[in-house]
Every structure is written in structure tokens, then in C-alpha cells.
């Protein structure tokens, strides 16, 4: 080759030939069509991130969650005994991924740490590619990677988060909530303790000192205020505190004869169980018997709390022992998969994979415009709940609400927890504008 | 009164952990010169000595119940402890006293934890600067944390009080004050156990020979040694002792709160506190600081103060070492040349 007659000219226009021809194969190619939305899935499986507390004070929680979570990926991609797939009414899935695509999924540790979990979340987006990304078990940690995948461009199924500022000031468009809330605990158990404890009482509340707690105080307040109760003081603690000696001898001597516990997971199973260590049950205040409630519990705290929990009142999500096929179904794979119940953080977490699966089939995309458009107003049914309703305006599912009651003669290790009443959707039912905030557009660009 | 009362007691129960742990951190600094930060994680492997041996307590066998059905369809799985299933009777009081037996188990196992990590690490260190000695055990805290997360896991593993002391006891009729202050036995127990172990080292080290040796070893090793004192060896056998005494404040502490691997680091800070404010290598400081902490802190978190200043629970400690160090910089009891050369 007689490189002494390449001049200038010949040098550029054969780069640009050659670079026109480097490039031709990438503008026809998937990849290149993928950035139509954050994290297109361009081979023949797709990721989903699930971020969950796998320490931490909601670590229980976020080990049962991770379990539904791989329960739910197995049934998408058609293994097992499909689960809750068979129940689901009308639902787009087959058993086949979502859209064809094998479901792979990866898995973060939120630390129950609002930091932690941003950065594992970011890095499930950024690194592993994850479309989508579900967990929470902290609201304080699910507001935060909400607001984060908003941004980001991927969807948020939330999973146990029961603050109302999730779907209230706080609510994203690329966000949803499954779990019920703070202000439908307050609505449902308040007519039941009120028949229980009577109209004239004192409360005494202890909070953890975070979005959650701030909302379920606010929300209990102004619930048993409604019935007549009177509110003496509420005092925080900070989450993840293992002592509460000091802030529960303040109790008794304050004039109060109910305590409120606005503690969940390990706080909650501490907080009650040296409560009743400290005979608080066993006491008399105002000529009435002391009384404890804890406004959110579950199975797993139950188990946690042993003797302490024995006829305590709480609300629940979801509860295995409820009747409906989707529940039955649900409750038979984990248990033959794990050995043990379902709780209602498992739940609530495999729901939302099946949802959000169902949207993107429904959607005919895994475009967050698209899901978003399938899952607002979406009207579904089979899934453990009875008919629900993603209502569009906030994003917050609504369905009966279970009021329940630790029992007092367990029949095994598992029968912690009786339902004391189902609360229809109707009645825990309010006005979207409520607790404030916007959705804003949805985005889908990284 | 009441409540300043219960307020009291908690703290006098909080004081009690932290002047047990301080006790050991303070005698070690007295003696061997050395800043121990792993001395959290002793207080840490204490603990998780009266986990195993509840464990071993209650090993199981697991028989399959055909008559009975979980809720998805598979037979019962029924577990039979064997200590139980031997011993009977017998075998249910070891399991439900497996906490305060656990203390028999514990004090070998801390004593040999003790001298290994003198023997194996600290030793090394004597004649390194301050720094370097808390960059090592900082390091070595961390590695026994990780090493206990691994084969635990990261949650808190709850274990139960016997039930004779899982109630709570009357003490405003003992105290003639009427009813209504109850007061869990088990942390009356805690604070009556605390307060022994304190005793028992003050008495080791002031009415023996061989602490009266170890005394004068602190305050001047040189002369001892040229007496020949092998006072090193002795100085071992402290750091044993500090090493059991921290075991035996975690054991004691399980049934209060369900023992973790951050729980030794969540004490080494406070306890670093309670040291710096008795006085470095002062033994009666650190109790005195400890149960002197302990109650501030508790009184701190009683409504009527917080009404006042929010949030002072969280702090009180640390306000309270900022004024002792300014006004007494070398601490309550703290003795002259104490880290100060």
C-alpha cells in the first residue's frame, strides 16, 4: 500500500467511511432502541431488584419477604405449583417470565437504613440492570428508594410500608403501594378496642421516631380521640433501640390506663415484651385493668413476643388463615417451600411481583409509561384480599382490613393470631387528597 | 416518687452493665498500659456463651406427627428436647435456669478467650503508641463481631429468664411507699449480681496478696519486678479476670436485651465514656461513673426533663464527660501520670 498518497482528504473521507461503517450495526440493533426507557431488557431474560432489610430491627420481615419474593419469580417463570398465578382472576400471566422473558431477579440489604438502602437499589439499577425494584419494610426506607427509582426511571412496588405519607405527601408516580396504612389501622381498630376497653379512656403513646411512627400516631390519635379517649402523651424512642425500661416506668405514673405501641418487628417484640416484664398488664389505672395495644403487628413478631402477645389487639394486611382460594394457594406453596405460614410481609411482597408482572403483560411493555397506565385504576381479584382497587389518584391499594388479636390457647406454633374482624375496603376508604403531595409525570428515562 | 423511684432502679441497672465492663477496660489500662477496644466484644461473647449453652440445653429430636397436618398439607413435625426427654424433671429446670447456669460455662470459656487474646495479640502491643494499640483491637472487635455474625446471623436471638423471675416484683411495699412500683426481678437480679461482681474484684485486688501484688505492679512495675515478681504473668492472669467479668456482664444481660454482634460495640463507646469520666485506670472510678451515668441517664428520660430540653436522654452522657474532663481533666478518681507521659 502506497501510504504517501494519502493527503488529507482521502484521510477523512475514508474515516468517515470507515466510522459510518463501524457504527451501521449498532443503529439497527435492540440496544440501541433499549434507551426508548431505563434498563430495556434486550436479551432473553429480564431483572428485577429486591430490596429488603436483611438486618436491622425489621430483619424478620425482610427474610420472609425475600422468600416470597424468589416464590414469586419461580411461579413467573412457570416452576413450582404456580401459587397464586391459578387464583388470580383474569390475570395476563401464563407461567411463561413476563413478555416471554425469564424473571431473574437480584437482592440488596436495606440495613433498615434509609442510606443503605439508596445505594443498594442504585446499585441493582445501575450495575444488575433491574427494571424494576420491590422491598421496603421500613417506610422511612421505602419513601426513600421511591423517590429514588422515580428518578432513576425504574418502577417501585413497595412492599411493607404502612406510613400514609408513602401514598400521601410523599407518593411517586412511579410508585405503589400494595400495603395498607397507618390511617386505615387507626379507622379499623378503633370501634374494637373502643367495645373492648370502653369510651373513657386514657392512652399512653410510644413511638418510633420515623415517618411510620409519626403517621400511625397521628392516625391511632386521632381515631381513639374520636371514640372519646383521651390522649395523656406521646413519646418517640429512636428505631432499633433494644431497651425501653426508661421510657416504659414513665407509663404507669403518668395517669394513663392504655399503652400504645407504635413499634414494629424487633422494637415491637422488645417494647412489648419488657412491658409486660414490667407488670404493666397486670396493673389497675383509673379503677380499669392497663391495657396494651399494638396498632401493626404480625405472625412473625407474635412469634417473637411468645406469652406477651397473647390478647393484644393489632390490624393486619393479610392474615394465612383467611379463607379465599388465592390465600390458600399462597399459603400452601411458602409453607411447602419454607416449612412454615406465609406472614403478611411475605405477602404483600409476592402481590406486588405478580402485579407488576401482570401490568407489563397488559401493558404489552416493560415501559414504565405503560405499566404505569395498566396499574392505575386496575381492579383485581384472587390475590388474598378479596376485589381490589389500585386507585389511580394516589397509587394506594384499597381492601378490607383485618383487625386481629394475639390468641389466648394456641392450638400450634403457628396459630398465633385470631381475626377478630374484617373491616370492608369502604370504611378505611378516603379522600386521595388527604395527606397531601402530587404523583407528578412518570419517568422513564435513566 | 414513683416514678423517680423506678427511674432510679433503671438506672442503677444500666449503671450496673456499664461499671462491669468499665471495671474490666479499666483494671486491663491499669495494668498492661493497654487500650482494649475489644474489650466490647467480650461483653459481646459472653453473651452468646449463655445462647450456645441454651442451645446445647435444648438440642431436639424431631418426629414426624402422621395424625397431624401443618395448614398446607405436610405432617406435624414434633420436637422433643433431650435434656427433657433424659432427665425429666430435672432436664426442664436446667433448660428453663439455662441463663444464670450458663455463668459456669461462661467463666472458662471467657477465661481461655482472655488469655488467648493476651497471649496471641495484646502482648505484642505493650511498647506501641496508644494509637496503634486501638487501631489492633478495634481491628480484632471487628473480626470477633463478623466471626459471630457468620455463625448466628445478624439478628437479635431472644432468651428467656427463668419463669420464677420473668414477673415483677412489688418493691414500692418494700420499701414502704405504697403500691404501684414494680420492678422486674430479673433486672433487680441483674443489678444484685453486678453489684456482687464488683465487690468480689475490689476484695480480689484489696484483700489478697496477689492483688495487693498486682496493685503495687500499678503503680510501679519496675520495683516489683526487681523484687522477683513475675509480674507479667500476673498482669495475664488480670487480663483474664477483666475478660471473665465483661462474659459474665454479658450473660446476666441476654434475658434484658436478645444478645446481637453490635451489642459489644454498642456498650465500648459508653463504656470508653464511663473510664475517661471514673478516671483512666482507676477501678473505683468506673463503678462510681458507671452507676453515676447510668442514673443520669435514666432521670434524663423522664418526660418532665424532656419537656424541657428534647432529646437531652440521647446526649446527657456525653454533656456530662465534657464537663467532667474540663473541670476535672483527669477524670473523678483519676491518678496523676496516667497517660500523661
Known amino acids: 500500500m502506497k501510504f504517501d498518497r494519502i493527503n488529507r482528504r482521502i484521510f477523512l473521507k475514508s474515516s468517515a467511511i470507515v466510522g459510518a461503517g463501524l457504527a451501521t450495526p449498532t443503529i439497527f440493533t435492540s440496544a440501541s432502541r433499549a434507551q426508548d426507557f431505563c434498563n ?4 432473553s431474560t429480564v431483572t428485577l431488584g429486591f430490596n429488603v432489610p436483611q438486618t436491622g430491627p425489621y430483619a424478620e420481615e425482610g427474610a420472609d419477604q425475600l422468600k416470597a419474593y424468589q416464590l414469586a419469580v419461580k411461579h413467573l417463570n412457570g416452576e413450582g405449583d404456580g401459587g397464586m398465578l391459578n387464583t388470580f382472576k383474569g390475570t395476563a ?9 425469564k424473571v431473574e431477579y437480584v437482592s440488596g440489604d436495606t440495613q433498615t437504613k434509609s442510606d443503605a438502602a439508596r445505594a443498594s437499589a442504585t446499585r441493582m439499577i445501575e450495575r444488575d440492570g433491574a427494571i424494576m425494584i420491590s422491598g421496603g419494610s421500613s417506610s422511612g426506607v421505602a419513601v426513600a428508594v421511591q423517590s429514588l427509582c422515580q428518578d432513576a426511571g425504574v418502577i417501585f412496588m413497595a412492599g411493607l410500608t404502612h406510613s400514609n405519607d408513602t401514598t400521601g405527601k410523599d407518593k411517586k408516580r412511579n410508585g405503589f403501594r400494595h400495603f395498607f396504612n397507618a390511617y386505615m389501622s387507626g379507622v379499623a381498630i378503633a370501634p374494637v378496642i373502643g367495645e373492648a376497653y370502653g369510651k373513657d379512656r386514657r392512652a399512653y403513646h410510644l413511638t418510633a421516631d420515623y415517618t411510620w411512627g409519626w403517621t400511625q400516631e397521628e392516625s391511632i390519635k386521632n381515631a381513639t380521640e374520636a371514640l372519646g379517649w383521651e390522649t395523656v402523651t406521646a413519646v418517640r424512642t429512636p428505631l432499633g433501640s433494644a431497651d425501653y425500661s426508661q421510657y416504659l416506668t414513665p407509663v404507669l405514673n403518668s395517669g394513663a390506663d392504655v399503652l400504645i405501641l407504635n413499634h414494629y418487628g424487633n422494637d415491637m417484640v422488645n417494647s412489648l415484651r419488657q412491658a409486660v416484664q414490667f407488670g404493666l398488664r397486670d396493673q389497675q389505672a383509673n379503677g380499669k385493668n392497663f391495657e396494651i395495644v399494638v396498632p401493626l403487628f404480625s405472625e412473625l413478631m407474635a412469634q417473637g413476643a411468645g406469652e406477651a402477645i397473647k390478647g393484644i389487639y393489632g390490624t393486619a394486611n393479610w392474615d394465612w388463615k383467611l379463607e379465599d382460594e388465592g390465600t390458600k394457594a399462597f399459603t400452601k406453596s411458602f409453607g411447602e417451600e419454607y416449612g412454615t405460614p406465609p406472614s403478611q410481609a411475605a405477602h404483600t411482597g409476592y402481590v406486588q411481583a405478580l402485579l407488576y ?7 404489552g411493555t416493560f415501559n414504565p409509561k405503560g405499566v404505569v397506565e395498566a396499574l392505575e385504576g386496575l381492579e383485581f381479584d384472587g390475590l388474598g384480599n378479596g376485589p381490589t382497587l389500585y386507585r389511580a389518584d394516589d397509587h394506594q391499594c384499597f381492601k378490607p382490613v ?3 388479636q394475639g390468641k389466648e390457647d394456641p392450638a400450634d406454633k403457628f396459630d398465633l393470631l385470631q381475626v377478630v374482624r374484617e373491616v370492608p375496603a369502604e370504611e378505611v376508604t378516603y379522600d386521595a387528597s388527604m395527606f397531601g403531595g402530587e404523583l407528578g409525570p412518570v419517568n422513564s428515562a435513566c | 416518687m414513683n416514678e423517680f423511684v423506678l427511674q432510679l432502679l433503671n438506672g442503677l441497672d444500666k449503671g450496673g452493665a456499664y461499671a462491669l465492663i468499665a471495671l474490666g477496660l479499666t483494671l486491663v489500662f491499669g495494668t498492661l498500659g493497654v487500650v482494649n477496644f475489644a474489650h466490647g466484644a467480650l461483653f459481646m461473647i459472653g453473651a452468646f456463651c449463655a445462647v450456645v449453652f441454651s442451645r446445647l440445653l435444648q438440642l431436639e429430636t424431631v418426629t414426624v406427627d402422621p395424625e397431624r397436618l401443618t395448614p398446607w398439607g405436610s405432617p406435624m413435625e414434633i420436637r422433643t428436647p433431650l435434656v427433657q426427654a ?3 424433671d430435672f432436664g426442664a429446670f436446667l433448660v428453663q435456669y439455662s441463663v444464670p447456669l450458663s455463668i459456669f460455662f461462661a467463666i472458662p470459656v471467657m477465661l481461655l478467650v482472655g488469655l488467648a487474646m493476651e497471649r496471641g495479640l495484646i502482648r505484642f502491643f505493650y511498647k506501641r503508641t496508644h494509637a496503634e494499640q486501638i487501631l489492633v ?3 480484632l472487635a ?15 436471638i431472644p432468651v428467656s429468664a427463668p419463669a420464677a423471675l420473668s414477673g415483677s416484683a412489688d418493691v414500692g411495699a418494700w420499701l414502704g411507699l405504697g403500691g404501684g412500683i414494680f420492678y422486674p426481678w430479673w433486672r433487680l437480679a441483674y443489678l444484685g449480681f453486678a453489684i456482687s461482681i464488683v465487690a468480689l474484684v475490689i476484695v480480689f485486688l484489696q484483700f489478697t496478696t496477689y492483688g495487693m501484688v498486682v496493685r503495687a505492679g500499678m503503680e510501679d512495675r519496675q520495683t516489683v519486678g526487681f523484687l522477683g515478681i513475675n509480674i507479667q504473668r500476673r498482669f495475664t492472669v488480670v487480663f483474664g479476670i477483666a475478660a471473665v467479668v465483661a462474659g459474665l456482664a454479658g450473660v446476666m444481660y441476654t434475658p434484658i436485651v436478645p444478645p446481637s454482634y453490635t451489642m459489644g460495640m454498642d456498650f465500648l463507646v459508653l463504656s470508653f465514656v464511663v473510664v475517661v469520666v471514673g478516671g483512666m485506670g482507676s477501678v473505683g472510678g468506673a463503678v462510681l461513673a458507671g452507676f453515676l451515668l447510668g442514673i443520669l441517664q435514666s432521670f434524663a428520660s423522664m418526660n418532665e426533663i424532656k419537656s424541657i430540653l428534647p432529646g437531652i436522654d440521647q446526649v446527657i452522657i456525653y454533656l456530662v464527660a465534657v464537663v467532667v474532663l474540663l473541670t476535672m481533666p483527669r477524670g473523678l478518681m483519676g491518678r496523676k501520670g496516667v497517660m500523661e507521659t
Open chain 1, 40 to 43: 430495556a431488557p434486550t436479551g
Open chain 1, 93 to 101: 400471566l401464563k407461567g411463561n417470565g413476563i413478555l416471554g422473558k
Open chain 1, 357 to 363: 408482572a401482570h401490568a407489563c403483560e397488559t401493558a
Open chain 1, 402 to 404: 383485618l383487625v386481629v
Open chain 2, 86 to 88: 433424659w432427665l425429666g
Open chain 2, 137 to 139: 483491637t478495634f481491628g
Open chain 2, 142 to 156: 471487628i473480626v470477633i463481631q463478623e466471626i459471630i455474625k457468620a455463625n448466628f446471623g445478624a439478628n437479635p
